[in-house]
């Protein structure tokens, strides 16, 4: 029986992903484990709930080994925009945070989830069509914390043959869980202001184009790596993974189907437009879907009818 660590579990992928491992290995089985927010009442009340800053070794260390842990799904990190404002704060969670997770597996024997990011790619890099290996040389401290994350996670697998996977997710959309700085937030935020206004003021262009994947899917990708057999594995960090590549005019026009009235209108982050015009377009996942199966369930006009729905009922509940 697994024994599961998640660090970051109050953020946007550790809150859904938390309660989907609860589901399936036991809620004892599954610890949560956050730092800088507090858990909604479904992560506290559904199973184990802890305080740890990943940056503490010695804390870290002792919940892995006194709780038995054998899987550690690490989420905890600085996202893209906030992290800009914040390098050396960025670097020492998303560095310091992945290197004491790797050291407490090594010593313990734990298998590792590592999140890598389409940031983990940069300008020179094919933005169509983004292959599986080529050139990542990120022009931000978030997607250089990505990158050095995917080697430290491979150098521990063939140095200390500890079992770290990982994906390169691209923006994540959540009907659940708000979004904590992100370039990508954009796709998260438009369905309130949609519902709740009618109306929405984007900080990316209307052309910006990037990949995107509905959370339920990001939940999927993580366990289905997760539990693959390892034998089928020709990488093992980084796989790109995605569902659909859309720009803010195309996510608007699919709102309007639902919502006539809906408008939009665009005040730039000169920031956030900069991070998202150095990634990747749409990144090319075929290693991914031959090497574990990977196939998302939702595009674009599945996702939007079903974010629709759930941010509509959970606002009349409000």
């Known amino acids: 029986m697994a024994k599961i660590l998640v660090t970051g579990a109050t953020g946007q992928i550790g809150a859904e992903l938390t ?3 609860r589901e399936r290995h036991g809620a004892d089985n599954v610890i949560a484990a956050g730092h800088r927010r507090e858990p909604s009442g479904n992560l506290a009340q559904t199973g184990p709930y802890l305080s740890l800053d990943v940056r503490d070794a ?3 260390d002792a919940v892995v080994s006194g709780q038995r842990i054998t899987v550690i799904y690490h989420l905890a990190a600085l996202l893209s925009a906030v992290a800009e404002e914040q390098p050396l704060q960025a670097w020492d969670i998303n560095m310091n945070g992945l290197l004491n997770v790797l050291e407490s ?6 298998q590792v989830f590592f999140p890598s990011s389409i940031a983990a790619f940069g300008p020179g890099t094919p933005p169509f069509d983004t292959p599986q290996d080529t050139v990542q040389h990120p022009s931000t401290i978030y997607g250089i914390t990505k990158v050095t994350g995917e080697l430290l996670c491979d150098y521990y697998h063939c140095r200390y043959g500890v079992d770290a996977r990982g994906v390169r997710y691209p923006g994540l959309i959540s009907n659940q869980v708000l979004p904590g700085g992100g370039t990508t937030d954009y796709a998260v935020d438009i369905f309130y202001a949609a519902v709740k206004q009618r109306h929405y003021d ?3 262009r209307a052309d910006t184009q ?5 959370m339920p899917d990001a939940i999927q990708a993580a366990i289905q790596l997760m539990e693959t057999d390892a034998n089928r594995l020709m990488h093992r960090n980084g796989f790109n993974v995605t569902a659909m590549s859309f720009t803010p005019a195309q996510l608007a026009a699919e709102i309007q189907q639902h919502l006539p009235g809906f408008t939009i209108g665009y005040a730039i982050d000169p920031l956030r437009q900069a991070i998202a015009d150095s990634w ?3 990144m090319d996942d075929s290693a991914a879907r031959v090497e574990w199966g990977w196939q998302p369930q939702y ?3 599945a996702m939007v009818t ?3 729905r759930h941010i509509t009922a959970k606002l009349r509940n409000e």
Do not use: E, V
């Open 105 to 110: 597996a090594r010593k313990h024997g734990c």
């Open 299 to 301: 595009d674009l006009t």
């Open 280 to 282: 990747p377009r749409h």
């Open 58 to 60: 010695a804390a870290l």
């Open 210 to 214: 990037l990949d995107m994947m509905y």
């Open 19 to 21: 309660l989907a491992l």
């Open 306 to 308: 079903d974010m629709l």
């Open 202 to 204: 984007c900080f990316l």
